[in-house]
Structures are given as structure tokens and as C-alpha cells.
């Protein structure tokens, strides 16, 4: 099972910018099917974006455009740029891994995750 810890969360107002970190240990990236989620109060969790094993990304409508996801093979580190926040960009961001090499999108089901990072925008 892959461990996975978040970082780079915290308070901005709208307009700014983030980027966010998750850490992975016990397995190396390749071979992975990666994303980030969110879950605002009283919301279910919505997939923010995903990135496959061969590189391509996914990305909710939402975000598209300001939003980029990367990876770092050689550290193991997935990041999720963001870029022009918005106040209903408010939630906890998990990433999410699931041993997969075909497409990943973003109704993927996902085994291991994150304990999660609280991005809290202001308007």
C-alpha cells in the first residue's frame, strides 16, 4: 500500500495562488494512475485532476486553466498548481494512487489516499 502525505495547503485570497504536495512512500510512481480530489463542507468529494502513468492529464471544468498537475518520478512527489484561486475553490484536497498504466481518469477508483490539505480561499 502506498503512503501519501499532503502538503502546501493553507489561506489565500481569491486571485492567488497554491501549490499543493503529496508526498509518496512504499512504491515508486511508475505504473500509477495519480490524482487530486477535493470536499468542500456539505459536499460530496469531486475530482479535481488526474494525471496516468504515460503522463496525460485530466482536469474537472472547473478548474481547467488555472489548475496544473505535475509529478517528480525521481522524488516521488505528485503537485498540483493553482493558479487564479476562487472562494469555491474552498475545500480539503486529497491525491489519491491506484497501480494502473491505461487511462486515468477521473472517475478512476482509487485505493490509497491522503490524509488530506485544507486550502481555505477569501474573497
Known amino acids: 500500500q502506498m503512503h501519501l502525505v499532503e502538503s502546501g495547503g493553507g489561506s489565500v485570497q481569491a486571485g492567488g495562488s497554491l501549490r499543493l504536495s503529496c508526498a509518496a512512500s512504499g512504491y515508486i510512481f511508475s505504473g500509477y494512475c495519480l490524482a487530486w480530489f477535493r470536499q468542500a463542507p456539505g459536499k460530496e468529494r469531486e475530482g479535481v485532476a488526474s494525471?496516468?502513468?504515460?503522463?496525460?492529464?485530466t482536469y474537472a471544468d472547473s478548474v481547467k486553466g488555472r489548475f496544473t498537475i505535475s509529478k517528480d518520478h525521481t522524488q516521488n512527489i505528485l503537485y498540483l498548481q493553482m493558479s487564479s484561486l476562487k472562494p469555491e475553490d474552498t475545500a480539503v484536497y486529497y491525491c489519491?494512487?491506484?497501480?494502473?498504466?491505461?487511462?486515468?481518469?477521473?472517475?478512476?477508483?482509487?485505493?490509497?489516499w491522503g490524509q488530506g490539505t485544507q486550502v481555505t480561499v477569501s474573497a
Open positions: 494525471i496516468a502513468s504515460y503522463g496525460i492529464a
Open positions: 489519491a494512487a491506484e497501480k494502473s498504466i491505461g487511462a486515468c481518469p477521473l472517475s478512476h477508483v482509487f485505493k490509497d
